[in-house]
């Protein structure tokens, strides 16, 4: 049997309201500073939903993203264990 998620369906509008939010509620550059405009296309119908974020929130993301790889590899029988994010023990 086959249950529809709606958060996946929902997924590409989520993503790019919650990046939205957190360029609107923490801001990381002066308020001129040009933005980077990130574009979430949905799969299925092909709307795309779009968030504007300053650098600072470009290299945050980043390092969120390849911290959490660095805790999933560590995560294996054959990794350290540490937490990708702060380098310690989970």
């Known amino acids: 049997m086959t249950t529809h998620d709606p958060t996946t369906a929902q997924a590409p ?3 790019a309201a919650a990046l939205q939010e ?3 509620e923490y801001p990381t550059d002066p308020d001129d500073t040009a933005t980077v405009t ?3 296309a949905d799969p299925a119908t092909g ?3 779009q968030a504007h974020l300053q650098p600072g929130h470009l290299r945050w993301l980043t390092t969120l993203v390849m911290d ?3 805790t999933c590899r560590n ?3 054959d990794g350290t ?3 990708g994010h ?4 989970r």
């Not at 702060?86 to 023990?89: A, L, P, V």
């Open 13 to 15: 509008v989520l993503l």
């Open 22 to 24: 957190l360029a609107r």
């Open 38 to 40: 990130i574009t979430v």
């Open 47 to 49: 709307e795309q939903h």
């Open 68 to 70: 959490e790889m660095t």
């Open 75 to 77: 995560a294996h029988a």
């Open 81 to 83: 264990g540490h937490c």
């Open 86 to 89: 702060c380098t310690t023990t």
